[in-house]
């Protein structure tokens, strides 16, 4: 079974998050929990733990553990995440990193993964979940961009580029985000049937232009997605790692709209360029949060700030996002 089945119950509230510090405060938490999420998805650097030491990455996630509002939001509010580089354990880290293996223990120890999950068994920590009854099903789609992503090529980065916030990477014409075995998983995911699917994405997919690390980094790997995202339909996007929040937007088999949310402590004071950026960018605390109307066949994706005030707002119609043919 390509899905793991997650409950029957009908799934309207779900927050995103990523980007928390554990040595920061974490007032966003109370927020979260007044936005009544029926699900909390955690979209990667969940911890700051860069090293090698692994009695260092497990004493970050006890920082979190001990955060009053993660407390009680574990109470009260399944969670489910995603990595990204610093809860892997490196700075844009990749394939290489040689403590993948211990640290892919920790975060399954630290999520609550069962000792028979499938998660344990293979390389990586992909996986996806179904929620809700035929008719209002939800997949939600969790890959591995770390695990086994190739080598990232660089430039030097100019006073220019600092100062627009422009990264150092550049396009590459080989090159891995998911590798073999995850993308034959995940071409199974896509065949599942589901009445809306999520990816949730620790990196960014849909933005160009910025050279930080994103699906933009290995141009074959995103075409494909998009294209499997196309074949498959009625699929939104959340990603994390940027340090602001912002929605995008590409025109492919239908419009495909990405939710950027970062960071729950991490923010920056500038944003860099993004060809496919709808309105204004936020910098400040925030989460995302999706609103499913089952009766309207409506989706509206929010970020909200530490006080729960929309920042971004918008809502597309799950007819929308039907695929639909190309004219020749």
């Known amino acids: 079974m390509a899905v793991a089945a997650a409950g029957d119950a009908e799934l309207t509230r779900i927050a995103f998050g990523s980007c928390a510090d554990q040595n920061e405060p974490q007032p966003i938490w109370d927020a979260v929990l007044a936005a009544d999420p029926e699900l909390f998805v955690f979209l990667g650097d969940n911890v700051y733990g860069d090293t090698e030491n692994m009695d260092e990455l497990r004493a970050a996630y006890a920082l979190l553990d001990a955060q009053p509002g993660y407390a ?8 489910i995440a995603i990595w990204d580089d610093h809860d892997y354990g490196v700075n844009d880290g990749g394939w290489d990193y040689p403590q993948k293996a211990a640290s892919k223990r920790i975060f399954l120890d630290f999520f609550g993964e069962p000792a028979d999950s499938p998660r344990r068994k293979h390389a990586g920590v992909y996986t996806a979940y179904i929620y809700g009854p035929n008719g209002r099903r939800v997949q939600v789609i969790l890959p591995d961009l770390r695990y086994f992503r190739s080598t990232l090529e660089t430039q030097t980065r100019s006073l220019r580029m600092k100062a627009t916030h422009v990264g150092p990477y550049l396009p590459s014409d080989g090159g891995t985000y998911l590798g073999s075995a995850q993308w034959d998983w995940l071409d199974g995911v896509l065949l599942e049937p589901a009445d809306l699917r999520i990816l949730a994405s620790s990196s960014q997919v849909l933005p160009e232009g910025g050279a930080w690390e994103s699906w933009a980094n290995f141009p074959a790997e995103k075409n494909r997605l998009l ?5 498959a339909g009625g699929t939104i996007i959340v990603s994390g790692d940027m340090h602001w929040a912002e929605l995008s937007r590409f025109e492919a088999a239908y419009p495909l709209i990405e939710l950027t949310t970062s960071g729950l402590t991490k923010v920056w004071k500038g944003v860099g360029p993004n060809t496919h950026r709808v309105g ?7 989460f995302g949060l999706i609103t499913i109307n089952w009766e309207e066949q409506t989706v509206r994706m929010e970020v909200r700030d530490v006080h729960g005030k929309a920042r971004i707002d918008t809502s597309v119609a799950m007819g929308d996002l039907r695929a639909h043919p190309v004219e020749e």
């Open 227 to 231: 294209d499997s995202l196309g074949r």
């Open 280 to 286: 204004a960018p936020y910098l400040g605390a925030n």
């Open 72 to 79: 009680k939001l574990k109470a009260t509010v399944p969670i």
